[in-house]
């Protein structure tokens, strides 16, 4: 189960910060609905790519999987606090999101913490 959550994780975030770090336009477009600059657009995507790392070298060193799992979930966490900031409750994506960060956590903390 955990080799199976964390994969998942790992390819559900890499893939969103791929789209971030190669200048898609949603990243675009979710940074302007939520009013933040979009300078902040390749940092946001920097620690999606970090998490990513994170996740896989946990599979090696597991602080470090317990560690960025902890990151995501609260780098989605103030995805949330954006979005209801500017009154968007279009929380779907964000919850697939969030519940596989999350996942990673529990599964890492269980069997590593």
Not at 83 to 95: D, E, F, K, P, Q
Request: proline share 4%.
């Amino acid at each position: 189960m955990y080799v199976i959550v964390t994969i998942i994780a790992a390819f559900v975030n890499g893939s969103a910060a791929v789209t971030y770090l190669i200048g898609h336009d949603y990243p675009k477009a979710q940074a302007d609905m939520k009013r933040i600059p979009r300078s902040w657009v390749p940092v946001l995507g920097s620690l999606l790519a970090a998490g990513t790392a994170g996740l896989l070298a946990g599979f090696a060193v597991p602080l470090l999987g317990i560690l960025a799992s902890a990151g995501l979930v609260l780098y989605f966490t103030g995805a949330l606090v954006a979005h209801l900031r500017v009154g968007s409750r279009n929380l779907i994506g964000w919850a697939v999101f969030f519940v596989t960060a999350v996942a990673a956590l529990v599964v890492n903390v269980a069997l590593h913490g």
